[in-house]
């Protein structure tokens, strides 16, 4: 549990500076998930979900963030290359 605590203290200070990104954020909770799941520490079931559904939705707010990404570079792309797409493919 002292592992968990101090991934959350590290957690908090970094999202007040501001230097932490939802991937490194998801990183550090999928690491935290699988370190409670091999046993090299014990946790009850509660934190062990709390911790999954975290990670869940870090992975919704990525594909979020690429879905988003690849709308906006599509977007651009067709701007660019006019209504044919590129090299003349529709």
């Known amino acids: 549990m002292a ?6 203290r590290k957690r908090r200070q970094l999202h007040k500076t501001g230097k932490v990104s939802a ?4 990183h550090e ?3 935290a998930v699988h370190h409670f799941e091999v046993g090299a520490e014990k946790t009850s079931d509660e934190p062990l979900e709390d911790l999954k559904k975290q990670r869940l939705n870090l992975k919704d707010r990525l594909a979020g963030m690429i ?3 690849e ?3 599509l977007k651009t792309r067709s701007s660019f290359c ?3 797409g590129i090299a003349g493919r529709p």
Request: aromatic share 4%.
């Open 3 to 8: 592992g968990r605590k101090q991934a959350s």
């Open 23 to 26: 991937v490194d954020e998801y």
């Open 29 to 31: 909770v999928d690491h």
């Open 67 to 69: 879905r988003e990404h």
């Open 71 to 73: 709308s906006s570079a």
């Open 82 to 84: 006019g209504t044919k």
